[in-house]
Structure formats: C-alpha cells, structure tokens
C-alpha cells in the first residue's frame, strides 16, 4: 500500500513557475512507477508525465514537454513536478498517483492516488 499527498499547488501569473511535491508513505515506494496527473473543470483526467521506479525513464504529454520536468527521491519517498512557463490552460487539480509501468499513459495503470492540489494560472 501506498499513501500519497501532494503539495505545491497555487495562483501563479503565466509564464511563472511552480514545483510540486508528492510524499510517499509505505515502504514499497521505490517499486513503483510514479506519474501526474491533471484534471481542469468540465473535463476528464489527463495524463501529465511519469518516471520510472529508478528516476532513469521519463515520459511526458505533449502538450508539456520543454516546460515541465519530472523527478523522484527514492530516499525521501517523495516526487517532484517542476512546471515552468505556466499557461492558464495549464489550470487544473494536480494529482500524483502510483503504478507499475511508467510507460502507460492511462489513469488504468496507476493504483493509488493522491487528493489532489489546485493549480491556477492567471493571465
């Protein structure tokens, strides 16, 4: 079992930064695949980036590469999304979640979830 709850969250102008923090409890943390993602008002969940158990593989949307970086602390439980270059369309609920295969985009593949953090991107 694997508990998570991100942190970070906030108003930000566009084109400013924001990085956040999902803490891990259990101690099957660095078996996982970790992954974020995002949800905005009136829409479905959507796939963000993930890494890999050992921080050596990445994957990222689109529509955030070059702008956002994913990274993991296996010894702090913990993993990081630094967002640079924010834009309003980037506004939404920010979840990290824990699965095996970092390489699957889809909400399926992850078995635990955090609560969430708001993201606002002000123009």
């Known amino acids: 079992q694997v508990q998570l709850v991100e942190s970070g969250g906030g108003l930000v102008q566009a084109g400013g930064s924001l990085r956040l923090s999902c803490a891990a409890s259990g101690r099957t943390f660095r078996n996982y695949a970790m992954g974020w993602f995002r949800q905005a008002p009136g829409k479905e969940r959507e796939f963000v980036t993930s890494?890999?158990?050992?921080?050596?593989?990445?994957n990222y949307a689109d529509s955030v590469k070059g702008r956002f970086t994913i990274s993991r602390d296996n010894a702090k439980k913990t993993v990081y999304l630094q967002m640079n270059s924010l834009k309003p369309e980037d506004t939404a609920v920010y979840y990290c979640?824990?699965?095996?295969?970092?390489?699957?985009?889809?909400?399926?593949?992850?078995?635990?979830w955090g609560q969430g953090t708001q993201v606002t991107v002000s123009s």
């Open positions: 890494i890999s158990w050992s921080g050596g593989d990445t």
């Open positions: 979640a824990a699965g095996l295969n970092y390489r699957v985009a889809t909400r399926r593949a992850y078995d635990y």
